[in-house]
């Protein structure tokens, strides 16, 4: 059950973490295999060099997938389902825990 003070402390994560929106991002890694990337910046389609200076750049935030050398490879190979999710979660906060704090003021007030 998520409480009241749950609540607040993710609306401090959430104004202490890089500001939305975010996006994944697919980028090469140092072997040309994909990397999934969670991002300030929207996917161009481009598929950057991590390795390179040309590279995503400081507004990636987060990877799901680094195969080579393999820094980031989930075992269940879902790794660009993570990082929708992670992005669709960052994006929605806001929204959320308004609705959570509507809720809980009408809880309160039952």
């Known amino acids: 059950m998520v409480t009241v003070?749950?609540?607040?402390?993710l609306a401090v994560l959430a104004?202490?973490?890089t500001p939305g929106p975010w996006f994944v991002?697919?980028?090469?890694d140092d072997h040309c295999m994909?990397?999934?990337?969670?991002?300030?910046?929207?996917?161009?389609g481009e598929a950057p060099?991590?390795?390179?200076?040309?590279g995503p750049g400081?507004?990636?935030i987060a990877a799901t997938l680094i195969q080579a050398p393999p820094y980031v490879v989930s075992k269940d190979g879902r790794w660009?389902?993570?990082?929708r999710l992670v992005v669709a979660l960052r994006n929605a906060?806001?929204?959320?825990?308004?609705?959570?704090?509507?809720?809980a003021r009408l809880e309160a007030d039952a």
């Not at 003070?5 to 402390?9: G, K, P, Q, R, V």
């Not at 660009?80 to 990082?83: D, I, Q, R, S, T």
């Open 93 to 103: 906060l806001p929204e959320l825990l308004r609705l959570a704090a509507i809720g």
């Open 25 to 28: 991002r697919h980028l090469d």
């Open 15 to 17: 104004a202490q973490a």
């Open 80 to 83: 660009e389902e993570n990082a």
């Open 5 to 9: 003070a749950n609540l607040e402390d």
């Open 49 to 54: 060099k991590m390795s390179t200076f040309h």
């Open 58 to 60: 400081p507004e990636l």
């Open 34 to 44: 994909g990397a999934i990337g969670i991002s300030t910046a929207p996917d161009d």
